[in-house]
């Protein structure tokens, strides 16, 4: 039966080109569509995961990492004196009012992390490095958001204003975005406390590094007695930040409607295009009924054209799915294509595939064999 | 004539009527008969008498409304669709009047792959069915897809399909219709060669020159068979 299906898939070149357009296109969909909501999510924790840590002393009742207030230098302290704690590292983080070039105001992200030689900050500079950072009132910008403060292609130099203060632009990091695609200028921490007037010694979090991991709830159950500040999880901490802006915001849903949408328009296509095989081939299949082909062999043709069609036609859309990513990167967007996404995308493109498979095959098994004599 | 076998086919009171809407045609009218192997059949009668539908019933692609139809000892008037196509896999060969063959398969999968089908290995299947194709005269066509092969060429290869796994029983709705006079008198050649003691074959025709390779006439009017009688075949009838 597989070579009977797929030659008489091969066949009719053009109709296979136009089926396997159709899931082609059904896959980038799914791949994108679920690359850019895991990229959102992503983005929106980016800044913790970099910052790293084993665990993250963060101000009680906060749920996401963007509206902090600060931490006193006793809470640092207090976390150094344990002894399963190896190192503990400040990070400033909040938003800052700026002043572009032409005078019109916005806002913008401020980070200054305590360097660590596995955490770099910025991560992905283009232009200029860290050290330059640390000169007074130093910052880099993203290039994505270069249009976004009016700033030319050759940044470096340029100067502009946050919380009425001069600010030069000393390197250039490119593609990192926050969820609210507010621009993010890093710096070093010292010129992040005077920008957004944090006490010297104070931060927005203390990520903690612990000798042994294993320590993480024995550290946690000590700090329980403090009041104003609990001690979570990196993992935990992301994914509460993850969720509050991309699960519980309305953008969340919106992306998530959009994916699911876009699944189900790949599905109608995909259905639509076998569809109109099996129709085109209903001939065949009721000759091979007549010939004494159970109606599972005759599955079997179906189910091998759209295995033929999955496989390429995914091939396909993810190669125009792995296009798009860089093509969106340039502007901002991070289409994330890593394994979750992959396996999470293969798996909606086979759910995709089988669901509009249900009305081919519906045909098939309705053949009627004696149609060949009429 | 081998009257002492068991018959192919035992047919007993058929009747057939086809419903759409409230709209209800008798085809067939308690039609009874046997097909008995060595013996090759011609159902004659004219046009919407009920000849494709009784060989669709006989073979084992229709079910009859009443009656029992016994086909290679199976009853398949009640069977499930499963059990009939396992016995038409196994004992009926089919040739259609237009052919039927794969458009996308060569003449030799086209044959090779209804073995493969029918559980035989591929390359066993290729090479036998390389050599029937061989033995109706294609031997140089076997690469050929049906659009590139003529009329009488595509109704041989559908031959060699249908005569791939051996079957008891070989049945044809109008296997030469399509065909000009010499080409479907040669291809009514091809198939009267196919008659075996154990196989019986059946083709249902309007051309009465046909008569020539028959052992046994049928002739069906409104459903009914109002004449069933022996044919010396090779004798020429008045008309040739
Ligand atoms: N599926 C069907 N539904 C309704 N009526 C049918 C169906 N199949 C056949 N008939 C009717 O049954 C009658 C006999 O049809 P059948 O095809 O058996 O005739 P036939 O003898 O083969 O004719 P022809 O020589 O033109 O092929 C016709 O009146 C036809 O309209
Ligand atoms: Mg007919």
Redesign the interface.
């Known amino acids: ?1 597989r ?2 299906a797929l ?5 009719d070149r053009g109709k296979l080109a136009a089926a396997l357009l159709g899931v082609a296109l059904a896959t980038t969909l799914a791949f994108v569509q679920i690359g850019l909501y895991r990229g959102f999510e992503v983005s929106s924790s980016t800044v913790i995961e970099h910052h790293g840590g084993d665990l993250w002393a963060i101000p009680t009742g906060l749920e996401v990492l963007d509206n902090a207030e600060t931490l006193s230098v006793s809470v640092r302290n207090l976390l150094a004196s344990h002894p399963c704690v190896r190192d503990v590292r400040a990070l400033v983080y909040g938003f800052v009012f700026i002043r572009k070039p032409n005078g019109t105001r916005d806002n913008a992200l401020v980070v200054g992390a305590e360097p660590r030689a596995e955490h770099v900050m910025p991560w992905a500079l283009v232009e200029g490095n860290a050290q330059d950072l640390a000169h007074p009132l130093r910052v880099s910008v993203d290039r994505t958001d270069l249009a976004k403060l009016q700033l030319d292609n050759a940044p470096i130099g340029a100067t502009f204003e946050v919380n009425n203060q001069r600010v030069t632009v000393a390197a250039v990091t490119q593609g990192i975005r926050s969820f609210t695609l507010m621009p993010y200028l890093f710096t070093s921490i010292t010129n992040a406390r005077r920008l957004m007037g944090v006490v010297e010694g104070h931060a927005h979090f203390f990520a903690v590094g612990l000798h042994q991991p294993q320590c993480a709830a024995e550290v946690q159950r000590w700090m329980a007695q403090q009041h104003d500040v609990r001690l979570v999880t990196r993992a935990d901490w992301m994914k509460k930040t993850e969720a509050y802006w991309v699960g519980g915001s309305g953008a969340g849903l919106v992306l998530a409607f959009t994916a699911i949408l876009g699944l189900i328009v790949g599905a109608v296509i995909v259905g639509q295009t076998l569809y109109s095989m099996t129709k085109e081939h209903l ?2 299949l ?10 599972w ?1 005759l599955a079997g043709f179906v189910l091998w054209q759209v295995s033929l069609l999955a496989v390429v036609g995914g091939g396909i859309g993810l190669a125009i799915a792995y296009i798009l990513r860089s093509v969106m990167a340039r502007t901002g967007l991070n289409v994330m294509l890593e394994p979750g996404t992959l396996s999470l995308g293969i798996f909606a493109a086979v759910l995709m595939c089988a669901v509009a498979s249900i009305a081919s095959l519906r045909t098939v098994f309705k053949v009627e ?2 149609t ?3 | 004539m081998s009257g002492g076998a068991a018959p192919l086919v035992q047919a007993r009171n058929v009747q057939k009527t086809f419903k759409s809407g409230r709209l209800e045609t008798q085809v067939l009218h308690d039609v009874s008969l046997q097909l008995r192997p060595g013996e090759f059949t011609l159902l004659m009668g004219p046009s919407g008498s009920g000849k494709t539908t009784l060989l669709s019933i006989l073979s084992g692609l229709l079910r009859p409304s009443s009656g029992q139809v016994e086909l290679c000892g199976v009853d398949i008037s009640t069977a499930q669709d499963a059990v009939s196509a396992r016995v038409r896999r196994r004992h009926v060969g089919f040739v259609f009047q237009s052919y039927h063959l794969f458009p996308a398969l060569n003449a030799l999968d086209n044959v090779a792959e209804v073995l493969v089908l029918k559980g035989i290995d591929r390359m066993q299947a290729r090479a036998h069915a390389g050599s029937m194709l061989q033995r109706m005269g294609l031997g140089a066509r076997l690469q050929h897809l049906p659009s590139e092969l003529s009329g009488g060429e595509r109704q041989r290869v559908a031959i060699a399909r249908a005569l791939a796994g051996n079957p008891s029983l070989i049945v044809g709705d109008e296997p030469t219709g399509a065909l000009d006079k010499n080409t479907g008198l040669s291809v009514m050649g091809a198939l009267r060669e196919q008659l075996t003691p154990q196989r019986g074959v059946l083709i249902v025709t309007h051309d009465p020159r046909l008569k020539q390779f028959a052992d046994r006439v049928l002739e069906i009017e409104d459903g009914r068979i109002v004449a069933d009688y022996a044919h010396t075949a090779g004798v020429n009838e008045a008309y040739h």
């Open positions: 039966m070579r009977i030659h008489s898939l091969l066949f001939p065949e009721a000759t091979l009924k007549a010939l004494g082909a159970t109606p062999e064999a004696a060949v004599l009429r």
